[in-house]
């Protein structure tokens, strides 16, 4: 057979010598023993916890080493492109703190691109012409229904699928019936014409995995489709070689198709980069651990992680944590260094499925918030709200004075212990709302309404913005002794049968009335920041819907009485209009 000839008929036109492409795109000009490492996800719209988890050690591998990052978009699928997504996975991963030199909307280096691969057609279908003249490429005109019917085939069978040996059916076409073919419009694709058996296999060393055996290919993948866009697998080959990659790190679905990239790179005459094949995130569920799931899991999502809130580092040291085996004992010994400082290898990634567990990721990111500055606390929680919150969680920051004595509360700033309240933005942002709205709703009174209705009135009465916190609570004691509850907790504990209750029920009900919740932070300081009249505002507010409730449940004309005479001590409302 004239395989020039056929070459030509199948890819005309003239391309450049091979070697063209070897001076266009040189090595790389770095330092021995710099890795090139990419990430290179298809335009999908859908950023996973399986990028990052790639993109963090290809990023540390690359850096640490003096190498270099880039970022390549397998685009050859046009019907998964989805406008916008490129721009998508920067943003998230930029959130993250993944740092590209090079690539897709990046730009860098451009010896090397372009970076999208529907813009290096004419690589690819140069070097398809090449193996179609060297007859390691032919033409295949099998249909879709011709192909379904091959694998229902196998399937009833129970043998391999695929287009392989006897089932490659176009594989053995006559020169006649490939023109006849052709000359008959028919489309076709192109695909590789393996060599490799099966039955021989290989030893190979996996740069996680170490070393393992794989079997020879002899599946003749599709290598140009009939639209002449390459195939993910060839693309890949001739990418990162002419983009000089040295290192691939990928999940480890892809070892199935690791024979057919390694004969893919020696059919192509290509030196291969590294491989390492990271094990799969998995999650608890139930008895058994499964696979992450997009469908069933939205924290698989990044997405997920930037409007909940997430701090990025927590995130980055809890994937760092299922990363290697070694770096949970390192941040343990240097909790505050950065991260970059730790020393990265692929050697220490997990050999099998890594368990991921959302409630380690909070426990992590409630210790890794608890060490900022209110300053950066704040600046944080501004930067979720600018782009997730609310209209009225916005608002939060326009005092930035209150929202750092807020913040210094609540984390503990100065205190003997730093709180670990918070756990993202949103629970935090939600966490901090009452020192900016007034309560909707209450917590249950750890008392009846009577009780309230007095605790509430005599506060009022007794509250001064001026006093002191000793000043304050003296007050509370009065309260507490003048209703019938202990003042001291050391006579409430000796003789709990003689008291309503304790001083600490007394200051749960100011506790809810002016927060709407039975725990928070010290009242006397929260009192301080909410300022004297919103702290009488919210009080009132309280003792009226209390006061409503219990005359709603108990219209007596005493009761009727002692709820006007409460009503003239704290507000002007006329008594019919209650």
Same mark, same amino acid.
């Given at each position: 057979?004239?395989? #020039? $000839? +056929?070459?030509?008929?199948? &890819?005309?036109?003239?391309?450049? *010598? ?6 266009? /795109?040189? !090595? ?62 920067? #943003? $998230? +991963?930029?959130?993250?703190? &993944?740092?590209?030199?090079?690539? *897709? ?6 010896? /090397?691109? !372009? ?52 089932y490659a059916r176009c594989r053995d076409l006559t020169e006649e019936e490939i023109y006849a073919n052709l000359d ?395």
């Amino acid at each position: 057979m004239d395989y #020039k $000839a +056929l070459a030509e008929r199948l &890819i005309p036109g003239n391309y450049p *010598a091979l070697d063209h492409y070897e001076k266009k /795109y040189p !090595p790389r000009d770095l330092p021995k023993g710099a890795e090139v490492t990419r990430l290179a996800p298809s335009p999908t719209g859908f950023i996973h916890l399986g990028n990052l988890f790639a993109a963090i050690a290809n990023e540390r591998i690359a850096h640490r080493s003096g190498g270099v990052l880039y970022l390549r978009i397998e685009d050859t699928d046009l019907k998964r492109k989805v406008d916008g997504a490129v721009e998508a996975v920067i #943003k $998230a +991963l930029d959130y993250f703190d &993944i740092k590209f030199d090079e690539g *897709a909307e990046i730009g860098g280096d451009e010896t /090397y691109g !372009p970076w999208y691969q529907r813009g290096r057609a004419e690589i690819y279908r140069a070097f398809v012409k090449h193996l179609i003249e060297i007859g390691r490429a032919y033409p295949c005109f099998c249909t879709e229904e011709e192909l379904t019917a091959l694998r229902e085939e196998q399937t009833a069978r129970k043998e391999v699928t695929g287009y392989y040996g006897k089932y490659a059916r176009c594989r053995d076409l006559t020169e006649e019936e490939i023109y006849a073919n052709l000359d008959a419009g028919k489309p076709f694709v192109i695909r590789l014409k393996s060599l490799g058996n099966p039955e021989i296999k290989h030893k190979f060393h996996d740069e996680i995995k170490g070393d393992i055996t794989v079997p020879e290919n002899d599946q003749d993948v599709v290598i140009l489709k009939s639209d002449g866009i390459p195939t993910y697998h060839f693309a890949h080959a001739v990418d990162d070689h002419f983009m000089r990659t040295t290192l691939v790190i990928r999940g480890e679905e892809w070892l199935a198709s690791l024979p057919i990239h390694i004969e893919l790179f020696d059919a192509l005459g290509f030196s291969r980069p590294r491989y390492g094949h990271n094990c799969s995130l998995m999650k608890q569920d139930g008895e058994t651990r499964r696979k992450l799931s997009k469908r069933k899991d939205p924290e698989l999502s990044l997405e997920f992680y930037r409007k909940e809130g997430y701090f990025a580092r927590a995130v980055k040291v809890y994937m760092l944590t299922l990363l290697n085996s070694n770096f949970e004992e390192w941040y343990q010994k240097n909790p505050d260094a950065p991260l970059d400082e730790f020393k990265f290898t692929a050697a220490k990634m997990s050999k099998s499925g890594t368990l991921f567990d959302l409630d380690k990721l909070n426990d992590i990111s409630k210790n890794e918030l608890s060490k900022l500055s209110a300053e950066e606390m704040a600046a944080f929680l501004k930067s979720w709200a600018e782009e997730f919150g609310s209209e009225a969680q916005k608002a939060y920051f326009n005092d930035e004075e209150k929202m750092r004595r807020v913040l210094t509360l609540c984390m503990g700033i100065g205190g003997k212990k730093r709180r670990k309240d918070f756990t993202t933005a949103s629970q935090a942002t939600e966490f901090i709302k009452y020192f900016f709205e007034r309560p909707e709703t209450y917590e249950n009174f750890p008392c009846g309404q009577t009780d309230c209705v007095c605790i509430l009135r005599q506060f009022l009465e007794a509250y001064r913005y001026g006093d002191d916190a000793q000043a304050w609570f003296g007050k509370v004691k009065e309260i507490a002794a003048a209703n019938g509850f202990a003042a001291e907790m050391k006579d409430y504990k000796a003789d709990p049968a003689s008291y309503k209750g304790s001083v600490a029920d007394v200051a749960e009900i100011l506790r809810i009335a002016a927060t709407g919740k039975a725990n928070t932070p010290d009242l006397w300081t929260i009192m301080q920041i909410l300022g004297e009249d919103e702290v009488r505002e919210r009080i009132l507010k309280a003792l009226w819907e209390v006061a409503e409730h219990w005359w709603g449940e108990n219209q007596t004309p005493e009761l009727e009485n002692a709820l006007d005479e409460m009503i003239a001590h704290v507000t002007d409302k006329p008594g019919e209009d209650r």
